[in-house]
């Protein structure tokens, strides 16, 4: 079945074939374990995700939010054990919440991938075309039995809205909130706040774009654990890279 804005499964395979996932971990520093890999698109000729998603026509959209689940769940099953394995999505290129879940919930299937071993990643920094009908995204997903997450929190177009109409199980700040906290109080009070709220609301937070070990320090100071970042690992291609754990016994 196709609709306005996408050409059906077999774009999406078509679309998948040309590309790859590189893998960059979210570790948890209180028990010094990886908590999960996220599912980064790359081209398969060496091209970085800006110049994949540069590329990406409007009309094409569909084809390529669902070859990237497709290719994120494929390779992760090469690759990793059944961790969590997070995957970001186009919310404007959904039109019908269960049937655009079909190739995954496929994929997942032949793969041997437990679904709820699947975080989905809303991002921030699409601008959000109907706020009601991402909420309904949202909880179909839920239902299914996939883990959900807010990226790029504090950034963007959704922010407090959507968090008041759904509340995902992670929430992942932005880079913006991140970068430099350690020496920015400003900062340091907002991250305070919001992780608060999150403790209220049952969320769990995830700190992005660690670059140094201040930053690491300050963080998990505010009751952070979970941190992703060039501190710990570069995405590394088709396979996954060994974490770097910082020398924190000083704190």
């Given amino acids: 079945m196709t609709r306005p804005g996408c050409r059906g499964c077999g ?6 074939a040309r590309l790859t996932m590189a893998f960059q971990p979210i570790v948890d520093l209180a028990s010094q374990m990886v908590f999960a890999h996220e599912a980064l698109v790359r081209g398969i000729d060496g091209e970085s ?3 994949v998603l540069s590329s990406v026509a409007h009309e094409n959209r ?3 939010d669902q070859a990237c689940r497709i290719t994120a769940i494929r390779t992760a099953a090469q690759v990793c054990p059944p ?3 997070s995957i970001n999505f186009l919310p404007n290129a959904i039109y019908n919440p269960e049937h655009c879940l079909q190739a995954t919930l496929a994929a997942a299937k032949a793969s041997n ?3 709820e071993r699947v975080i989905f990643e809303v991002t921030e920094h699409e601008e959000i075309v ?3 009908h991402l909420v309904r995204i949202l909880a179909a997903y839920k239902a299914h039995g996939f883990l959900t997450a807010i990226d790029d929190f504090g950034a963007g177009f959704a922010g407090l809205n959507l968090l008041a109409d759904f509340q995902p199980d992670l929430l992942k700040l932005d880079i913006g909130l991140v970068r430099g906290i350690d020496a920015d109080a400003k900062r340091r009070r907002i991250v305070e706040h919001t992780v608060a709220m ?3 609301l049952g969320v769990r937070v995830i700190a992005e774009g660690v670059e140094t070990e201040d930053e690491c320090r300050a963080l998990l100071d505010l009751g952070i654990p979970l941190q992703q970042g060039f501190l710990f690992a570069r ?3 088709a396979s996954l890279p060994v974490v770097a754990w910082p020398a924190l016994d000083d704190r």
């Fill in 11 to 16: 774009d999406a395979e078509s679309v998948a």
């Fill in 49 to 51: 995700a800006y110049d």
């Fill in 62 to 64: 569909y084809a390529f």
């Fill in 83 to 85: 961790a969590l394995l």
């Fill in 113 to 115: 991938w437990p679904l």
């Fill in 130 to 132: 109907d706020h009601d």
């Fill in 198 to 200: 999150c403790d209220d």
């Fill in 235 to 237: 995405p590394q291609l």
